[in-house]
């Protein structure tokens, strides 16, 4: 007998933290990329 | 292959290649998602929770394609000493990581209403979790090289090497072991999947592993952007020490 849960909070919950941690990830990765390349410029200047 | 480990060359080639994987990436892996969340039929025994693998399952391929891809790049940095292959592998463990724990993260989810629990502790699940914690380890192991200034990743890289063994135990678990996990529905060209969750299935796969491949790109472009700065401040320092 399957339990009375509301499946779709579920799949609700999966696709959130799928989505979450991959745009997080790819803002995180984009702007450390930006800052570091920011950095060697600077070097560069100096 | 050697023309490409040339930091000058590979920066020409990422410059452009970055925005346009992960631009892409998102696109797919969005539609790809909207397609499974509303246009995919419930399954006769998961129900709705079967959309959960649309993340749930490149995810985990992705996870072990991140230790792959480290163990490639750590052989080709020991054995090659190419200059990029060990950018590579530091490169592909945050990735790597991120989605070997969205994979073990969707796979609870989905347990809980399927199978009844959130956790067992099965080959399939352990194995898994054991890769989590070995990105852990590559992680500490390769950010320890980088601070203590040697730039010896040669640790790292056999680590990187070791931690390998664990990939075919997490691809052959659901063989070796009885497991409340279900045998692989997708096999080299053969697929017990019906194609109305196939397509969407692929579609999300190459969606992530283009966001995938442009977050790699990003990393190797800032671990490299950060080593020229430190190289040219470090002989900056250097021509200013008087004597």
Known sequence: MREALDQWAFVAAAYAIGIAGTLIMISWSWLSMRRAEKRRDRSREQ | ?243
């Open chain 2, 1 to 243: 292959m050697h023309g490409f480990a040339n930091p000058a060359r590979f920066l020409r080639i990422a410059r452009w290649l970055t925005p346009i994987a992960l631009v892409v990436g998102v696109l797919l892996t969005g539609s790809a998602l909207a397609w499974g969340w509303s246009a995919v039929p419930p399954d006769r025994l998961m129900g709705e929770t079967v959309r959960i693998l649309f993340v749930h399952v490149p995810a985990a391929w992705l996870g072990m394609g991140g230790w792959t891809t480290i163990a490639i790049a750590s052989f080709v940095e020991l054995v090659w000493r190419h200059p990029l292959a060990g950018i590579a592998a530091r490169a592909a463990a945050l990735p790597g990581a991120v989605f070997t724990a969205i994979c073990l993260v969707t796979g609870s989810i989905w347990g809980r209403p399927t199978w009844g629990t959130w956790w067992v502790w099965d080959g399939r699940l352990t194995s898994m979790l054991v890769l989590l914690f070995l990105y852990f380890g590559y992680i500490a192991l390769s950010d320890a090289a980088r601070r203590d200034g040697s730039g010896n990743s040669r640790v790292a890289a056999i680590f990187g090497l070791v931690g390998a063994i664990n990939i075919p135990i997490i691809n052959r678990s659901v063989v070796w072991w009885n497991s409340l996990h279900q045998p692989a529905s997708i096999t080299m060209g053969n697929s017990a999947i019906d194609a109305a969750y196939l397509w969407p299935l692929l579609a999300a796969t190459i969606g992530f592993s283009l966001i995938f491949s442009g977050v790699i790109l990003a990393r190797m472009r800032a671990i490299l952007a950060d080593t020229q700065a430190d190289a040219r401040l470090r002989r900056k320092a250097m021509s200013q020490v008087p004597g």
